[in-house]
């Protein structure tokens, strides 16, 4: 089992509505959940952090976290064109260092 | 005030060679990452050091890898008699805090073909 899945997708969503992408996780002590979102070519770049449960808002993007489920979500509402591109999950484990681990991302295509 | 800066951007190298990364962390930063993502995968853990001292390593290949950062200079990932299956995208995330800050911010990647 991965300690972070993600559907590869591509999730393809017509502009305006809301793209949902979702990341499970395997170890109960993880702590810290990560959104970042990858251009194809680019370095990943961090979007949102959510450590407790429920929901954090951002703009557009909202993180959803499920520690009972180890379920972690994004919403993009109102997606644009621009937001096309491979979103990769991340956990860290509590106490002291702890290495982040990635999932291996989803792909977002938004029609325009 | 520079992020994290990450040279070369495109580095190709020949079977056997040598590929030297070089990853300067952001100003006031003492603790590296690197990661190593190939092509259509996920960001893989490499290594994680502190001036002077690799603190976690667990990510590396036992052979043709090795890593530092020394107490001037930038963060050094070596990869020796470099072979096809090296060809990736390297990025490194820096930090001034030891349990890692609330996400990473990863320089611009080196980008290793083998050919």
């Known amino acids: 089992q991965k300690e972070v899945e993600q559907n590869s997708g591509p999730l393809s969503v017509p502009e305006g509505a809301i793209a949902s992408l979702n990341c499970t996780y395997s170890d109960r002590g993880s702590q810290s959940f990560f959104w970042y979102r990858q251009y194809s070519g680019k370095s990943p770049e961090l979007i949102m952090f959510i450590y407790s449960n429920g929901d954090k808002e951002d703009g557009r993007f909202t993180a959803q976290l499920n520690k009972a489920s180890q379920y972690v979500s994004l919403l993009i509402r109102d997606s644009q064109p621009s937001d096309s591109a491979t979103y990769l999950c991340?956990?860290?484990?509590?106490?002291?260092?702890?290495?982040?681990?990635f999932g291996t991302g989803t792909k977002l295509q938004v029609i325009p | 005030n520079a992020g994290v800066m990450q040279n070369p951007r495109h580095l190709v190298r020949r079977r056997g060679q040598e590929a030297r990364l070089r990853c300067s962390p952001m100003?006031?930063?003492?603790?590296v990452y690197w990661y190593r993502q190939l092509p259509e995968e996920g960001l893989k853990f490499m290594v994680y050091?502190?001036?002077?001292?690799?603190?976690?390593e667990s990510g590396m290949p036992k052979e043709r890898f090795s890593a530092e950062f020394p107490k001037e200079g930038p963060s050094i990932l070596r990869i020796q008699q470099v072979v096809r299956g090296d060809s990736a995208a390297y990025f490194c995330?820096?930090?001034?805090?030891?349990?890692?800050?609330?996400?990473?911010?990863f320089g611009s990647g080196t980008r290793l073909t083998v050919v």
């Open positions: 991340a956990v860290r484990r509590s106490g002291g260092y702890q290495k982040v681990t």
């Open positions: 100003k006031g930063h003492s603790h």
């Open positions: 050091l502190q001036k002077e001292n690799i603190i976690d």
């Open positions: 995330a820096s930090s001034p805090y030891r349990e890692g800050p609330d996400g990473y911010t």
